[in-house]
């Protein structure tokens, strides 16, 4: 019995505002009906999921490379859930001991806040954030300076194998990338009030909140229109990146620098560390077949927009 299963996917804010086309929402939407039947089938009993954060949950007061939540709570940004999580406690503080042991250092949160990073694969693909158990792990992917890509790989293998050890059909889920570069605040460019969100955690009010969603839907359109100082998307450099997830070959990215990844794909393109992550995770149970061969370059995405899931062969 196939006893894990994985599925990796971008998430965009932008899905769930008005200003994506409908042939770009229909052309995804086609990618992510492969996904839900996939899982459909697989059924699990167990989410565990690799995703970033966008300085909802966490912030530069204290920003661990990664963190295991033993309880967690959605904060409900563009439109996701908003809410409590069903998290598998026990099997959360077990995995956190089970990784600290194999020797990766890992943060826990009792009390985790995670964002559409998180929810919207969730929601996606089980149609509600809440209709399976899961385990949340953080992966920072957005807030410089970054470890070393390696470590998202060591982190994913010391998860897989403790994964091996449940009685249970587990589904590793990634969250993020694939080329992309919106506008997100840095330590460098935010102005006062983005700061102290930034670093202190000062909770955004309802109408930043909107004016956030607002600023960014205007930043899609201007991109798409290509009217736009952001970084261009780079198909090439996805379509290197998931070849290397379909054959197999890890390791080689342990010789990808963050900042080359960030020159050839972007800043926000540090996400791919969750799929790294999550690939590494299933590649601990033997060689792996994927699926679900989707991809597109959606600028009204600001994002080069992926889909794969595999099973171990």
């Not at 959605?74 to 956190?96: K, N």
Request: glycine content about 8%; aromatic content about 8%.
């Amino acid at each position: 019995m196939v006893s894990v299963a994985l599925c990796c996917m971008s998430h965009s804010p932008l899905l769930n505002l008005p200003g994506p086309s409908r042939e770009l929402l229909d052309d995804i939407e086609s990618g992510l009906a492969g996904a839900r039947k996939f899982v459909a089938d697989f059924d699990p009993q167990l989410v565990v999921t690799f995703s970033p954060d966008h300085y909802n949950g966490f912030f530069y007061r204290l920003m661990p490379p990664f963190c295991i939540g033993t309880a967690a709570s959605a904060v409900g940004d563009y439109g996701t859930h908003e809410g409590p999580l069903d998290v598998a406690g026990d099997i959360a503080q077990a995995c956190a001991q089970a990784v600290w042991e194999s020797g990766v250092d890992v943060a826990i949160s009792s009390s985790m806040d995670v964002d559409h990073g998180t929810v919207q694969p969730l929601q996606e693909l089980f149609g509600d954030a809440t209709a399976r158990p899961v385990v949340p792990i953080f992966v920072n992917s957005v807030a410089t300076p970054l470890g070393p890509l390696s470590r998202a790989r060591v982190l994913g293998a010391a998860v897989g194998a403790f994964l091996a050890t449940l009685d249970k059909r587990v589904l590793v889920l990634g969250s993020g990338g694939l080329s992309h570069d919106p506008p997100v605040p840095t330590l460098a460019t935010a102005p006062p009030a983005a700061l102290n969100r930034i670093v202190h955690g000062v909770p955004m009010t309802a109408e930043q909140r909107m004016a956030r969603q607002t600023a960014v839907s205007q930043a899609a359109r201007d991109f798409a229109n290509g009217d736009s100082a952001l970084q261009p998307l780079n198909p090439d450099w996805d379509g290197r990146l998931l070849e290397i997830f379909d054959h197999g070959r890890l390791a080689e990215l342990d010789s990808w620098s963050n900042d080359a990844i960030a020159a050839e794909a972007g800043n926000s393109a540090h996400e791919i560390r969750t799929w790294v992550a999550a690939f590494a995770a299933l590649a601990v149970h033997g060689p792996y077949r994927t699926g679900t061969h989707f991809y597109r370059a959606a600028p009204e995405l600001i994002a080069g927009f992926a889909i794969r899931t595999a099973v171990p062969t």
